[in-house]
């Protein structure tokens, strides 16, 4: 980035003792990107004659200090947004702009992640009834009526229930040893 052009810093009493302004200090509230160039003594002034918050009421000052304790100014999403815009309130630069991004587009819906599942693994959502992608609440609902479907105390002392229900402790075993559960 290139810096402009220092101007020259004239004092008012003295004309002729013109120096070279090299320091920066902000021209307004409202555009903090746009720079005023003054020398050392006349930036030192400015400064402590400048209030960043004048023409703001208390309300506004105070929303803008609780704002720099939650967030620093900085823009926030909600959690689980990967499409988000960036925006930065004291230039206006839309990042996806930037890189020749769509900037009406939808954000996408977020999606479930894909893993990737052993063939032991895929037996045992075959024996939950159950595709590989179930999240984990899924799991743990499908397993809880699988084990009170076949109990032996709900089928009646039943040897092929009571086998089923080796096989859903058996496959819920396994997943959580993968740590799916």
Not at 5 to 26: D, E, G, I, T
Not at 50 to 65: K, L, V
Request: glycine fraction near 6%; proline fraction near 7%; aromatic fraction near 8%.
């Amino acid at each position: 980035m290139s810096r402009p052009r220092p101007s020259m810093c004239v004092p008012a009493r003295n004309p002729a003792a013109a120096r070279k302004a090299l320091f920066r200090v902000p021209q307004s509230r409202q555009e903090l990107n746009k720079h005023l160039w003054f020398c050392l003594a006349h930036a030192r002034a400015h400064n402590e004659s400048w209030d960043y918050f004048q023409g703001m009421s208390e309300r506004e000052i105070e929303s803008f200090r609780n704002d720099a304790i939650i967030t620093g100014h900085r823009p926030t999403w909600p959690l689980g947004k990967r499409a988000a815009r960036l925006h930065n309130a004291f230039t206006g630069f839309e990042f996806d702009g930037a890189f020749g991004g769509d900037e009406h587009a939808k954000p996408q819906s977020p999606r479930r992640p894909e893993r990737q599942v052993t063939r032991l693994q895929l037996t045992a959502f075959d024996t939950l009834q159950l595709e590989p992608s179930a999240t984990l609440n899924e799991i743990k609902a499908r397993y809880k009526e699988l084990v009170k479907r076949f109990h032996p105390d709900a089928n009646g002392g039943d040897r092929g229930a009571e086998e089923r229900l080796k096989q859903v402790i058996k496959a819920y075993g396994v997943l959580r040893a993968s740590g799916l559960t």
